[in-house]
């Protein structure tokens, strides 16, 4: 399927490995000239030039903290006339909420709500201008299903839910749509820390942990990065102007609700 996005010019925050990179692939697949940003410029670097030998398309980098202002300048400053914007920032640590400070949460509410909707801010009047906009927030399935020992990263990310779920019905008469999509559990280096984390905690391996993990799943496996990319890519598309204000779990099956 053709998405009519080729020469699209697209924003995609903490690109350089797991599920951004995986939008910054698919949506270099389809023509549209990324930006990518991340903390680690090496790494940076590297999913850069994979991007340019798979695709052909312009790749800027930007390496730096999307969560600070200086960081979403320098992001900004380097893809002018936006037409897709990635929201993603890597999320708050697990644990007990009874050890977190209120510096943990404003950490945790920075990273998670207050920037992405910062960059929704600096681009949404300028898409709305031109009569295109597509604006994707990478969360979590914890958005529909709370994880306890997720708790900052359920806070921080209920609460830009309930701002898209407002925003994305005015912007959407203008072509410009915002809509969110919750990943289940992806072999990403998160999912493996999080292992990590339970391992040092309950003494089981964390081999065993991630294959209990996978039997968990209806699809009796991780998701692939490439996949999320993929979905990413559809939601950006000509063809799902009419969609907006949605969540979009992708998870294996996981989640056992109806709605």
């Known amino acids: ?8 010019k697209a924003l995609v925050c903490a690109a350089s490995r797991g599920l951004g990179r995986g939008c910054a692939m698919s949506l270099a697949k389809n023509g549209v000239d990324v930006t ?7 790494a940076l670097e590297a999913t850069a030039k994979d991007i340019r030998d ?3 398309v312009n790749v800027t980098m930007v390496a730096g903290d999307i969560t600070s202002e200086s960081g979403r300048k320098a992001a900004l400053d380097a893809c002018p006339e936006m037409d897709i914007l990635v929201n993603n920032a890597g999320g708050p640590p697990p644990g007990n909420f009874r050890d977190w400070t209120p510096d943990d949460w404003h950490a945790a509410v920075n990273a998670n709500m207050i920037t992405p909707i910062e960059l929704i ?3 949404v009047d300028d898409m ?3 009569k295109f906009g597509r604006i994707v927030n990478i969360t979590s399935s914890s958005v529909k299903a709370p994880i306890a020992i997720l708790g900052l990263s359920n806070g921080a990310r209920a609460g830009l839910t309930g ?3 407002g925003i994305a019905r005015e912007t959407v008469a203008h072509n410009v749509t915002i809509n969110s999509i919750l990943p289940g559990r992806f072999d990403t280096d998160r999912l493996r820390s999080g292992f990590a984390f339970q391992s040092q905690k309950t003494g089981r391996s964390e081999e065993d942990l991630a294959n209990d993990a996978m039997a968990a799943i209806p699809a009796k496996r ?3 990065p490439e996949e999320f990319g993929e979905l990413c890519a559809f939601v950006c598309s000509q063809q799902a102007s009419y969609i907006t204000g949605q969540n979009f779990l992708i998870d294996g099956g996981a989640y056992p609700g109806t709605y």
């Open 1 to 8: 399927m053709d998405l009519g996005i080729a020469g699209k």
């Open 36 to 42: 990518i940003t991340a903390r680690t410029e090496s």
């Open 54 to 56: 798979a695709t052909g």
């Open 121 to 123: 801010k600096a681009v």
């Open 128 to 130: 709305i201008s031109r």
């Open 163 to 165: 701002f898209v779920a």
């Open 222 to 224: 991780f998701g692939h």
